[in-house]
């Protein structure tokens, strides 16, 4: 009898540990990770193309790195995230194509993307016919039909724009170059407020707005413009939302201007010295980063970087890298990877430090500008080149409600 005792109690202990190995601890099957698909839309080919792979390229590393950590956990699942990248060639057309296989065929349910108001728009038509969220990356003209808007319930935007670099640049010319009293804005064709918003700042802090001579995309040779905005006799340039600031700057000092000049737009000051020269680099304020003073968020992106490639690293990393960084967050507050609860996250994550971002604490904005709290506000980088050398103001939280 006790030999049939333990016979039978070592074939329960088999049986138990084969249970245990195929079914886990908890007595239930374990799940397999599921699979999240998310679409970018980008100018990978054309004249900024290098842009657009970089901006990709940030958003990818971050959900890699999600993947590497085990996946994101959301409403009792696992998932690991699918990127799949299209080109969007600077056009609607190519656009609306791009967004219709990521949403249709590859049933992408969020979708990155945009620069230009008509890139933007082309996209959100087809991500709100499919009741899928449109997350812009970059629009150059904020508040135009292409930008988020209390109509367009399918669309968050989770970067700032220039414009809500104004005060705190025009505030830094006015402690700084006391003397300074006229500006002069220089600016791509696309749309911003000069007019009404920076006239208004301006005069508050007692500047005059000389002019705004605006140049079409595509501009390569600014002297004609510098030409005649120097003609004026400004104290002060901005060279506004241009990521081609390096070549105005050049144009700018070898035309004789010596005055301060403003670069409102994220490109590093590394780039617009590289471009203009050391020698015309001085008295210079950026909102760009210096990476010497990274912080640990962007030093990560930096490491994500090199583990995944030899090429340089691209200085807008940052700006995407934190929007997946956002868009995992909003996941994770709406416990669930449907559209609406994701939209519902989002527009409740308005407290300040709500949202983590590498640049620091960030949260959703929008609802006084906009009429809906979708747009990211987090710590934008003031930086200054003086005597070609980088010198780094810190990281201040632009007043944007």
């Not at 007019?195 to 705004?212: D, M, P, V």
């Not at 890298?321 to 609860?341: P, R, T």
């Not at 983590?356 to 609802?367: D, K, L, N, R, Y």
Request: proline share 6%; charged share 20%.
């Amino acid at each position: 009898m006790k030999g049939k005792s333990k016979g039978w109690i070592m074939g329960m202990l088999v049986m138990l540990l084969s249970v245990t190995f195929v079914f886990g601890f908890g007595g239930a099957a374990q799940a397999e990770n599921k699979t999240l698909t998310v679409g970018i839309i980008m100018p990978l080919s054309g004249p900024i193309g290098f842009v657009g792979v970089g901006l990709s390229r940030g958003l990818k590393l971050y959900f890699d790195k999600v993947n590497e950590d085990g996946g994101l956990q959301v409403g009792g699942d696992t998932y690991t995230f699918k990127v799949i990248t299209e080109d969007s060639k600077m056009d609607p057309t190519a656009a609306t194509t791009a967004a219709k296989k990521l949403v249709y065929k590859d049933g992408a349910r969020f979708v990155f993307g945009a620069i230009t108001p008509p890139v933007a728009s082309a996209i959100y038509l087809v991500c709100e016919r499919a009741k899928a969220l449109h997350i812009i990356t970059w629009i150059d003209a904020p508040g135009t039909p292409g930008d988020v808007s209390a109509k367009k319930h399918y669309a968050v935007r989770l970067n700032p724009t220039s414009d809500t670099n104004w005060s705190m640049n025009y505030d830094y010319i006015k402690s700084h170059y006391p003397q300074a009293k006229k500006m002069y804005i220089v600016a791509p064709d696309s749309g911003l407020p000069f007019e009404t918003k920076a006239k208004k700042l301006l005069e508050e802090r007692g500047f005059t707005l000389a002019g705004i001579e605006l140049w079409p995309d595509g501009t390569e040779d600014f002297t004609p413009f510098y030409t005649k905005v120097l003609a004026a006799k400004p104290d002060v340039i901005q060279a506004a939302n241009s990521g081609q600031i390096g070549f105005q700057l050049r144009t700018a000092r070898q035309l004789g201007f010596k005055g301060p000049v403003i670069s409102d737009c994220p490109l590093a000051p590394a780039v617009i010295r590289a471009i203009a020269g050391k020698e015309a680099s001085y008295d210079v304020l950026t909102n760009g980063m210096d990476f010497a003073n990274a912080t640990p968020g962007i030093k990560e992106s930096m490491e994500q970087w090199a583990k995944t490639t030899k090429d340089p690293y691209f200085e807008d990393t940052p700006v995407t890298y934190a929007q997946a960084e956002d868009f995992v967050q909003a996941l994770k507050k709406a416990n669930s990877v449907k559209v609406e609860k994701v939209i519902a996250a989002f527009e409740s994550m308005t407290e300040p430090g709500s949202i983590q971002t590498c640049w620091g604490p960030a949260h959703m904005s929008g609802a006084k500008t906009f009429g809906v709290n979708r747009v990211l506000n987090r710590p934008v980088p003031q930086t200054r080149l003086m005597n070609g050398k980088i010198e780094f103001i810190g990281l201040k939280m632009p007043d944007f409600k």
